[in-house]
């Protein structure tokens, strides 16, 4: 593999054996630089912050469970650390406690016993991987979203599948279209397997596929609404590729451009996209005024927006700009609004309640819920965010607004 740059690396594992067999091993490899070494999970925390190496090599198996083990030092690096890789090592029979580990942020793992060939190909793997990740937004970067154009552009992410993004982005560009009556569009950014058109209850016969095929100078506006599909709600649709194949023909930079003419065309743009920081995710986030960030009342979904809210903090993307919101809010046995305002240490903007029928229902009907069951509790939990967006952007007479977004104002700057 190319690599063609140094990689830095600590090394933290309890035996000072393994310290040294593993620093002999990696002296073949000329890409890697040992830059330190710790003993136990403590640490291997301070090592990062001093060092702030490309890569943990993470023994799992640290001294006693708890304070200064292995997972607890994997999650500690990739909250306040996310820039910096984990890999784990560990025995045969660690496989739950791997997996643990896995949950806590760790990249990838490596069994003991393994050979240089294998110690070698992991590390080179996983750190292609985050040079990929954090190649294009190092931290130092201003901040990017960049909101320039006439329409306001909303991105609906959550670093966790089926929280409900593609019912939400799809409904709340609805309830946004039936009070303002302007030009609304969402565009699905699932480019594998996108949602959109069922939830619409359209058969689109082109998809950003198509656009992508084009060179960015042939975007005219023209062109692009060629691709663009109605839907009997009155939202348009830039729907996904027709087959998960043709999602790679999607590029970042193909996201990118059309987003940047699309903005022109519209007056409110709602992305629907999928649960990683994926660079179209990212190319997406770049040209958003604001980033609704879906939570689900389950640990495993809050672990994830915790890691979530910490790389884009990373990757500076303006905190006043992220709102989150609560899906499936008191669903049986979930955890409670203020349990998650104190666990993420932010607001929630708003909750939208649990209703499997008519959620579920609604998509199998092809019809919106918003439009099917308009005064259901979802539909209006869903109408109390589009009243957010609209009286934030919109003039009493219905002129989008021009002065009150902004990097530093937010949209949400009252709020
Ligand atoms: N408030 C809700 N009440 C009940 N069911 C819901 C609610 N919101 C979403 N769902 C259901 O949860 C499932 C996942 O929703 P959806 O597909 O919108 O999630 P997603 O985050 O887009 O998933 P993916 O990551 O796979 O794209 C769907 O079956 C949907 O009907
Ligand atoms: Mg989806």
Known sequence: MAIG?????????????????????????????????????????????QLNPNLVLMDINMGVMGESDGIWATQEISLKHPQTGIIIISVQDEGDYMRRAMSAGARDYLVKPFDSDELFKTIETVAERERVMWGNLPATQAPVMSTEGIGRVFTIFSPKGGVG???????????????????????????????????????????????????????????????????????????????????????????SDVLKAIRNLYDYVFIDTVPSFGNEVLAAMDVSDDIFLIVAPDFL???????????????????????????????????????????LQRKVLAEIPSDGEIVVGSINRGQPLVISHASSPVAKAIGEIADIIVTENEDEEGKVEKGSRGILGGIFGKR
């Open 5 to 49: 740059y140094e990689i830095t690396l600590l090394i933290a594992d309890d035996s000072e054996e393994m310290r040294e067999t593993l620093k002999t091993l990696l002296t073949f490899n000329e890409k890697i630089k040992v830059v330190g070494e710790a003993a136990d999970g403590k640490e291997a925390v301070e090592k990062v912050e």
């Open 301 to 343: 979904t809050l672990k994830n927006i915790t890691l979530g809210l910490a790389v884009m903090e990373t990757l500076n993307y303006p905190t006043e700009h992220i709102h989150l919101i609560l899906n499936r809010a008191q669903s049986m046995s979930s955890v409670k609004v203020r349990d998650v305002e104190k666990g």
């Open 165 to 255: 993004k593609s019912v939400i982005t799809a409904n709340l560009a609805v309830e946004v279209y039936k009070r303002t009556q302007k030009r609304v569009l969402v565009v699905d950014l699932d480019l594998q397997f996108g949602d959109i058109a069922l939830i619409l209850n359209i058969a689109p016969r082109s998809t950003i596929a198509h656009l992508a095929e084009l060179a960015s100078d042939q975007l005219d506006p023209d062109l692009i609404e060629e691709h663009i599909s109605d839907s009997a709600s009155g939202v348009r649709v830039l729907a996904a590729p027709l087959k998960p194949e043709y999602a790679e023909i999607v590029t970042p930079q193909v996201v």
